[in-house]
């Protein structure tokens, strides 16, 4: 069931997407999703949605759309400015918008990628459980200037915006030259011997060859002394390769399931989201960090959002008792 449509008059690079297809690679598919998780989890939660909802994944490009309802929005991720009809509203928090305003997300900055939500969601295709496109099967796509997408929900205006205060704002991963990159020890370490330090010594500039398969960097390679044959064999999201030639790659939510090159070492949960946001022509330095310490810093995020969630909800029932104090009807 949907409740109207919002129309793109500028789309630019921008996906329809949510958390990945979780089932995916039980049968060799490859997960996909949101590259930069937090920020799409921030953009879902400030709307009230659950966090694997379809949203929008807008990367470097201008967008610019008509809602024939109104909608609340919400945009997290790189900086950017977020306008309806022509006035300026705050990035990462919700926004009322009325039926046929205009939205416009324009110069993105500070990093590469947005994410953009609406309470309700969107009504998608899904393939396993998901609609995350997949390049490879030919499942979703960008979208195309002039495509329409059917929104779940109309959500009356706000009429009161100090509810929608900066009580929302977390911190997002920032894009920014030299910023660090967490890496916990991969399961080849031992076959570069005295050279995996490398890995550590110098930034690594990001080449523009890179995308949501996998990000491609040059500096000094770490150089494995096993002589044995590397079988292909399952790798995670953020196995940090190092192949034959002059780059070293990181593979990222688009990775195939398996592959055969050494893996010197895995980003980190929090950092992939980092490299979510990384523009080709930066420089990343990577960090080793025990795996006792990512799982440390995955569950204080995971904390972090909880209290975020928490928060939005008190909002939104304040919001909903005012309004049916007020009007005789909710919000939303």
Not at 79 to 89: K, N
Not at 225 to 245: F, T
Not at 289 to 314: F, G, I, K
Request: aromatic share 6%; net charge neutral.
């Amino acid at each position: 069931m949907t409740a109207g449509m919002i129309t793109f008059v500028e789309a630019g690079s921008t996906q329809i997407t949510d958390l990945g297809r979780r089932q995916g690679p039980r049968y060799g598919v490859p997960v996909n999703g949101a590259l930069d998780q937090r920020s799409a989890r921030i953009a879902n939660i400030l709307v009230g949605n659950p966090a694997g909802a379809p949203l929008l994944e807008m990367t470097a490009l201008d967008v610019e759309f008509v809602s024939d309802v109104g909608i609340l929005l919400a945009v997290a991720g790189a900086d950017g400015h977020l306008t309806v009809d022509g006035v300026t509203r705050p990035w990462c928090q919700p926004v009322s918008v009325r039926a046929g305003q205009t939205v416009a997300v324009r110069h993105i900055q500070g990093g590469l990628r947005a994410y953009l939500a609406v309470r309700g969601s969107f009504e998608v295709p899904q393939l396993l459980g998901s609609c995350a496109p997949d390049s490879v099967l030919g499942f979703g796509g960008r979208v195309a200037n002039g495509a329409a997408i059917s929104v779940r929900r109309s959500t009356a205006a706000i009429f009161n915006d100090h509810f929608t205060s900066e009580l929302y704002c977390l911190d997002v991963p920032r894009a920014s030259a030299g910023f660090v990159v967490d890496v916990t020890d991969g399961p080849d370490i031992d076959d570069f011997a005295g050279t995996a330090d490398r890995l550590f010594e110098q930034p690594y500039l990001l080449t523009p060859t890179s995308n949501h398969i996998g990000l491609r960097m040059t500096g000094p390679l770490p150089e494995r002394v096993a002589k044995g044959e590397v079988l292909s064999r399952g790798v995670p999201v953020g196995a940090v390769e190092v192949p034959p030639g002059d780059e070293l790659l990181v593979l990222h939510r688009g990775r195939g399931v398996t592959a055969g090159y050494p893996v010197l070492a895995v980003v980190t949960s929090g950092s992939l989201d980092v490299l979510a946001q990384a523009r080709p022509g930066q420089r990343l330095r990577f960090r080793r960090v025990s795996a006792t310490d990512a799982a440390a810093a995955a569950r204080a995020d995971r904390v972090e959002l909880e209290a975020l969630r928490l928060r939005v909800q008190s909002v939104f029932s304040a919001l909903d008792a005012l309004s049916t104090a007020t009007t005789g009807r909710t919000f939303s």
